[in-house]
């Protein structure tokens, strides 16, 4: 095997860049976290990897290379070598890797130059860039940080968009309440982490004097925040997002109902509806307990009454009625409640407009 094949390990730059990456493991693998940007095309399936890997324990390491030279060859061969030539072609930028950067990297790299492709290997595969996306979450951590508060539907993640500042509550797929899941799934723990060292480098990259984030509990769905980063944030002073609770409604009303349909329209057709209804009592159902029999029982007659309207006649006004209620009774108490508590610093309160001028010229103008 030539040992000349480029082998790369600016592990940062492959982060923060998300370069195309041909991930090289098995499906199994694959599926419990990747990067974004990259592609599975296993030089194994889950069943030739789990065969190699008794045959290793067994008889060895040279029986094993063995074994899948046999397992893989002539027409499957080829086709995998076609899969990864076809990706090379396409991303001439990207990069190769296996677990740890070991034989299996190495034999696809060798098989694909055999092939007329020279294209670069990970040094230490998926270890060694997870292990500096962990690294770079470690040191961030230790950054100044500033935290965006603001009740319910005062719109922190659209400020956070127009501040360019990183959105967890996207990188989790999920909105952060009862009501915040989506219908697309959301990613792998590691998936998670590796995207948020990602956008973390490329905020940094701009040298801010601040890193901002939204104020978040630790669980973002069932995606957790990690440990040591959170501690971070929980010591970090705030911005308070203040919007009258008409304007609140509104945001409400297009994140949780409009767009909500939209999805599962988009994803289910005409059962759309269906899941869109669902997922909203569903969403209520879960904070039955906390709302109290009372309080429940009043929402969920709201919201079945708005999906009956909006089901006959498509108007969404309806939906403004358990909005307002859920927000005054539920979610504005409990807010104040964990702001008190909390005794952080407050560095500036106003509305979008008002704070996005204050980051403008306290922050970025420095």
Request: glycine residues 8%.
């Amino acid at each position: 095997m030539a040992s000349d094949l480029p082998l790369v390990s600016n592990y940062q730059q492959i982060l923060c860049q998300q370069l195309p990456l041909l991930d090289l493991r098995a499906p199994v693998e694959f599926d419990r976290g990747a990067f974004a940007g990259s592609v599975n095309l296993p030089l194994m399936s889950d069943s030739e990897r789990a065969a190699i890997g008794l045959c290793y324990k067994q008889q060895g390491q040279q029986a094993a290379i063995a074994l899948g030279h046999k397992l893989v060859q002539g027409e499957l061969k080829t086709a995998r070598v076609k899969a990864w030539h076809d990706f090379a072609l396409k991303q001439p930028n990207g990069l190769l890797y296996c677990a740890r950067g070991g034989l299996r990297s190495q034999i696809a790299q060798q098989w694909l130059a055999d092939a007329g492709v020279v294209y670069p290997r990970v040094k230490g595969g998926f270890k060694a860039l997870r292990q500096a996306a962990i690294t770079v979450i470690d040191q961030v951590a230790s950054l100044p940080m500033l935290l965006l508060a603001g009740p319910t539907g005062s719109g922190k993640t659209r400020l956070l968009r127009q501040l360019h500042a990183v959105d967890l509550e996207a990188l989790a797929n999920h909105r952060g309440s009862a009501f915040g899941r989506k219908l697309a799934a959301q990613p792998p723990q590691i998936r998670f982490e590796n995207d948020l060292a990602a956008a973390l480098l490329r905020v940094q990259a701009a040298q801010p004097p601040y890193l901002l984030l939204e104020d978040e509990s630790l669980l973002i769905g069932q995606r957790n925040i990690p440990h040591g980063f959170y501690q971070a944030m929980q010591q970090s002073p705030l911005l308070l997002l203040d919007e009258p609770l008409n304007a609140r409604i509104e945001v409400i009303l297009q994140d949780y109902v409009v767009d909500l349909l939209a999805e599962a329209t988009s994803l289910h057709g005409e059962q759309g509806f269906e899941h869109f209804g669902t997922m909203l009592q569903q969403a209520m159902a879960r904070i039955r307990k906390r709302l109290g029999g009372v309080l429940y029982s009043e929402l969920d007659g709201l919201l079945k009454g708005a999906l009956a309207e909006q089901q006959r006649s498509g108007d969404v006004s309806l939906h403004r009625n358990w909005i307002a209620r859920l927000l005054s009774g539920y979610y504005d108490p409990m807010y104040q409640y964990q702001l008190n508590k909390r005794e952080l610093p407050v560095l500036m309160q106003g509305n979008a407009t008002v704070l996005s001028q204050w980051w403008q010229e306290q922050v970025i103008a420095r």
